[in-house]
């Protein structure tokens, strides 16, 4: 595919020396942040620079400089840690990032606040863990997301080998991570390429994000990533993959060449062909993504450009053989993990709802207490899932009444205490960490789910599941397109409403009210939930309704009902 002239961060990459840039020497210098080349960089190794935007105004009347802080991902490939390694991380938390832990929508885990003067030891510890922050963001295949609940039967095994595989196999094959944050002595002998066999001298056009799931239960919403694999199973037998592409859900507001897309199955493939599927996959991205704008970058672009009969023939010929078209899939489900299950081994793990993923403690709410003495009092391991919340898992069953009377002590609310809307609510960092965020999300996100607690229990719905997602910005990192109700980031204080997505996954939803004041969102949304629970039909879930109903009609509704006030 033809594009214009290379972004400056392509010219960066390719000047990079494999992603070492300056970064070693500004890691010792005094100056506060870093170069924008090796800002841009850095994002490659997991780690992004920013500054505290609650304090920039009052600094910047001072005559001051922004206070430049660092966000850094750890990769965790399914979700899946140690004990060990997660009180490793924790410990780095409490020393270096105010004693705060972020579970993302990737299933990894996310230090904010970190110093210039913390960054290296911070990195340094977590890799002393046997974990990495390598490739956690940048234009590379980021963690690998599956479906996270711990349940040991051949299906679950084989999703999580199979993240693993592809989480380690897909890194980029350079020594410059090692040389900078863990040192030349602990690095392997051998020497790196001189280009990267799979990812090339400027490495990939965009960031790519892979996801694996059974149709049984896609808690990990894999239709939003570049390549979806869906793993078909008859019984507890691997029959082979899905390859599902052009999945993404960023875009940019009042664009219409950007826009957030499912991605579309487009080949089978047997089981034994999966890393070099992907690997094909990726080249194809790599070859053919638009290296001139950045925001029109990701494989999403690529497919609805070429068409879905380009990319299996282009497939094809990397591999060097016909494939077998997608085959046809059951229903998508999403299961829920909550509470005590047994995993199928003598043993049983514990869903815990973790709003916003934040663990953190706060009065009367020692979340990240808690889960501390779990994992020191008690034989287990976490296990994050991509709705923010966490498994613990491998607890033998004489161990249950001390986990629930941990979580207890600490003040930690059980599952089943909170209402569906609040169970299933995600919402991104925005401010004041996100240098993107255009309003709040994750801080407001309590308020706006009571706001609408309050009129779902009016309306007589206020126990129905319905997944709302809030984002503070357009790019849509809690996965807003995809909800029952997507609130987006439009201006300081106000988002565009977006309804008619599915709880499974499977469906984007559309705009329908546009920069609705915080304050207004539950008077906005209380006439539409009216129409649901008097026109709903059997137990039709309420994305289902709206997308029955039609957006434009609700929209009116809506306009109606508040003229009519």
Known sequence: MAHGKPSKVEEIKLASDKLR??????????????????????????????????????????????????MARVRAPGGLMTATQYLAVDALAQHYAGSKLRITTRQGLQFHGIAKGNLWATIHGVNEALLTT????????????????????????????????????????????????????????????????????????RKFKIGIATPQDNDIDVLTNDLAIIAL??????????????????????????YPRLASPVV???PDELLESVKAVIALQRDNGDRSDRKHARLKYVVDAMGLDWVKAELERRLGRPLEPARPMPGFQVQDHQGWHAQGDGRWYFGLPIMSGRIEDRIGHRLAT??????????MRPVFAPSQDVFLADIAADDRERVEAILTEEGVELPGQQTPVRRWAMACPALPSCGLALTEAERVLDDIVSDIEAALARQGVGQERLALRVTGCPNG???????????????????????????????????????????????????????WARHREGHESFGNFCQRWGTQRLADLVVASQAAE
Not at 26 to 32: K, P
Not at 370 to 379: D, P, S, T, V
Request: a negative charge; glycine letters at 10%.
């Open 268 to 270: 089978f493939i047997g």
């Open 370 to 379: 808690a889960l501390r003495r779990l994992m020191q009092e008690i034989a």
């Open 21 to 70: 840039g300056t970064i070693a020497a500004e890691l010792r210098s005094d100056v506060a942040a870093f170069e924008e080349a090796d800002h841009q960089l850095l994002k490659m190794h997991g780690i992004y620079q920013g500054y505290d935007r609650d304090s920039a105004t009052e600094l910047k009347q001072r005559g001051e400089d922004k206070r430049t802080e660092f």
């Open 134 to 205: 390598f490739a956690a963001c940048g234009d590379v295949v980021r963690n690998v997301t599956a479906t996270a609940v711990p349940i040991e039967d051949s299906v679950h095994r084989r999703l999580r080998e199979d993240a693993q595989l592809l989480s380690t196999a897909l890194l980029p094959q350079t020594r410059a991570y090692h040389e900078i944050w863990i040192g030349d002595t602990n690095v392997a002998t051998a020497s790196e390429p001189a280009v990267d066999p799979l990812y090339g001298p400027s490495y990939l056009p």
């Open 233 to 258: 199973f008859d019984g507890q037998r691997l029959e082979g993959y899905n390859l599902a592409v052009g999945g993404g859900l960023g875009m940019t507001h009042n664009k219409a060449q950007t």
């Open 477 to 531: 990192c809690a996965r807003p397109y995809v909800g029952d109700i997507g609130l987006v980031g439009r201006v300081p204080g106000s988002y565009a409403i977006f309804l008619g997505g599915d709880f499974e996954g499977t469906r984007l939803n559309e705009r329908v009210f546009e920069r609705v004041p915080i304050a207004e969102i539950g008077r906005t949304l209380e006439p539409v939930f009216a129409l």
